[in-house]
């Protein structure tokens, strides 16, 4: 069991950027596959990113690749989303998700996730 909680989303202009951090409550992220994913409004969600436990494997969507990474902190468990020269299609809520205990490369089975942040980019 556990959660997550993504928080630090807000409002930035075209090209800009902006850091999300994804903590989780009551249960230590070191042994679990993190993603990060968006949901834009009236469409669904997708990923956009996804480290391994160790953060030595990332995986990204093709929109973000180059412009977003995926990192993390175990000692201060946590996950990260630095997101640069964003753009307004970025516009969406974002949400970190969790598979639990997964020391695969990658995966698209998330067990918890968190309840999202608001990320507006104006154009």
């Known amino acids: 069991s556990g959660s997550a909680a993504g928080v630090w989303g807000g409002l930035v202009q075209a090209g800009g950027f902006l850091r999300l951090s994804c903590a989780a409550s009551?249960?230590?992220?070191?042994?679990?596959?993190m993603g990060w994913f968006r949901q834009a409004p009236g469409k669904e969600r997708n990923f956009v990113a996804g480290i391994n436990w160790s953060g030595r494997s990332t995986s990204y969507a093709d929109s973000v690749k180059g412009r977003f990474t995926i990192s993390r902190d175990n000692g201060k468990n946590t996950v990260y989303l630095q997101m640069n020269s964003l753009k307004p299609e970025d516009t969406a809520v974002y949400y970190c998700?969790?598979?639990?205990?997964?020391?695969?490369?990658?995966?698209?089975?998330?067990?918890?996730w968190g309840q999202g942040t608001l990320v507006t980019v104006s154009s």
């Open positions: 998700a969790g598979r639990m205990g997964y020391i695969g490369v990658i995966t698209t089975r998330y067990d918890y």
């Open positions: 009551g249960r230590t992220l070191s042994n679990d596959y």
